[in-house]
Every structure is written in structure tokens, then in C-alpha cells.
């Protein structure tokens, strides 16, 4: 019955959903929770990411360790390390201005990646 009314893409309940799925629940909860503070008449809104904390593995340690491509990507992606195929849920973005840092963001396509 009413238009959509949100600020921000994604939304406030979105972008909690994805900041405890992928980071610690203390982040999340302080990142939410700020992330409902500026949805008001004062801040501009439109799209904001949320974004974590992560330190890829690097090549030379997948390599020295003999890791899986499966173990390698399975914190993110929760995959099951017995499948040959998992589905994409969140793609993992750099981001440039703050190093260290990435965006979380959703495969709304389904992506199915098949590991060798």
C-alpha cells in the first residue's frame, strides 16, 4: 500500500543480515546499529555496502600450504568442503580507498562455481 521508503540500498535489515553472516556479531551489531542512525532526513542515503576486514590468502601461501581452492574461499562462501559445486552467495570487493578493507556484496544471480 505504501511506496518504498528506504534510504539506502541495501536495506537497514539487509545490510545487517549480510554484516553477521560475514563479519564478527560485535562488528555487526555496532555497524548496524549505526547504519540505522544515519537513515534519517540528515544523511543523503543511496547505496553503501557495508564493508569488513579480510586478508586474502596469498598465492605463495595457498601454494606453500598445498590448500584447496575449496578451503581457500570456504570462510567466505560457507561452502561444504566435500561438494564439487557451490553457489556464489557474497562476492568480496577491494576497496580502493581504505586498504584492508572490502565491500560485501550479494549474488542475487546464483552464481554456481564448479571446483576440480
Same mark, same amino acid.
Given at each position: 500500500?505504501?511506496? =518504498?521508503?528506504?534510504?539506502?540500498?541495501?536495506?537497514?535489515?539487509?545490510?545487517?543480515?549480510?554484516? @553477521?553472516?560475514?563479519?564478527?556479531?560485535?562488528?555487526?551489531?555496532?555497524k548496524s546499529g549505526a547504519r540505522i542512525l544515519r537513515c534519517n *532526513?540528515? @544523511?543523503?542515503?543511496?547505496?553503501?555496502?557495508? *564493508?569488513?576486514?579480510?586478508r586474502p590468502p596469498k598465492v605463495t601461501e595457498i601454494v606453500n600450504?598445498?590448500?584447496?581452492?575449496?578451503?581457500?574461499?570456504?570462510?567466505?562462501? =560457507?561452502?561444504?568442503?566435500?561438494?564439487?559445486?557451490?553457489?556464489?552467495?557474497?562476492?568480496?570487493?577491494?576497496?580502493?580507498?581504505?586498504?584492508?578493507?572490502? @565491500?560485501?556484496?550479494?549474488?542475487?544471480?546464483?552464481?554456481?562455481? =564448479?571446483?576440480?
Open positions: 500500500m505504501l511506496p =518504498k521508503s528506504c534510504r539506502y540500498y541495501p536495506t537497514c535489515s539487509e545490510y545487517a543480515i549480510w554484516l @553477521f553472516e560475514m563479519d564478527s556479531w560485535g562488528r555487526a551489531f555496532v *532526513q540528515l @544523511f543523503e542515503g543511496g547505496i553503501d555496502y557495508p *564493508q569488513i576486514r579480510y600450504h598445498k590448500l584447496h581452492l575449496r578451503e581457500v574461499f570456504a570462510p567466505l562462501n =560457507k561452502v561444504h568442503l566435500n561438494s564439487k559445486n557451490f553457489r556464489v552467495k557474497y562476492w568480496i570487493i577491494p576497496n580502493i580507498a581504505k586498504d584492508g578493507y572490502f @565491500f560485501i556484496v550479494k549474488d542475487l544471480d546464483g552464481t554456481t562455481v =564448479k571446483i576440480d
